[in-house]
């Protein structure tokens, strides 16, 4: 089994019904008056249910380990195969990030996914899209899991740390603070003093 912070899982995805196909907009009434309500087309529905389970045999075959910390963000790579040269990758994310999230077992949100495209290519024989995940490198608003423990063993001599630094936790969150500037917090109190 391996660790949340240095797993992959490795897709591999239809071409998705494109943002441009997923949502359908109906008029109806509501106290009398008309009003615009979204829905879910017939065909991303169906997508996002045959990929969510597909997803969720894939999780399990490749061991993935889902991270219960909403602050972790994961990069999406993919690669497009399409069958056509007119077609935009940026319309495939949407429901291909919902169909993720609907499995319920990769990650808790799609707010903490980063989509990058790693290629274009076309293939009118097998479209399709080849999925990397993998969990990014940085925690919060450090670079790597070594600046952030540098950082926090600073933080165990403050005052503030045993009282649960909302300094510390914003930081790990990503939020960005004007108390650190250049890795350092100027709320730093030594204990003891």
């Known amino acids: 089994m391996c660790s949340v912070f240095n797993q992959e899982l490795k897709l591999i995805s239809p071409i998705p019904p494109s943002v441009n196909h997923y949502l359908g907009i109906r008029a109806v009434m509501k106290n009398g008056r008309p009003f615009a309500m979204t829905y879910k087309k017939k065909e991303a529905v169906q997508f996002q249910k045959r990929f969510s389970e597909y997803v969720q045999d894939e999780v399990k075959k490749q061991?993935?380990?889902?991270?219960?910390?909403?602050?972790?963000?994961?990069?999406?790579?993919?690669?497009?195969?399409?069958?056509?040269?007119?077609?935009?990758?940026?319309?495939?994310?949407?429901?291909?990030?919902?169909?993720?999230?609907?499995?319920?077992?990769?990650?808790?949100?799609?707010?903490?996914?980063?989509?990058?495209?790693?290629?274009?290519y076309y293939d009118a024989k097998n479209p399709r899209i080849e999925i990397t995940i993998h969990p990014v490198d940085y925690i919060g608003i450090f670079e790597s899991a070594s600046q952030l423990k540098k950082f926090d063993t600073n933080c165990i001599g403050c005052i503030r740390y045993k009282r649960n630094c909302s300094i510390l936790q914003k930081a790990k969150e990503g939020r960005i603070q004007e108390e650190i500037v250049e890795m350092k917090c100027s709320k730093y109190k030594k204990a003891g003093t």
């Open 63 to 120: 061991g993935w380990i889902k991270s219960e910390n909403k602050s972790q963000h994961y990069y999406m790579d993919c690669i497009f195969y399409f069958d056509r040269v007119d077609k935009d990758a940026n319309n495939s994310y949407k429901v291909l990030a919902d169909a993720i999230t609907d499995a319920g077992c990769v990650w808790i949100d799609d707010t903490q996914l980063c989509e990058r495209v790693q290629g274009i």
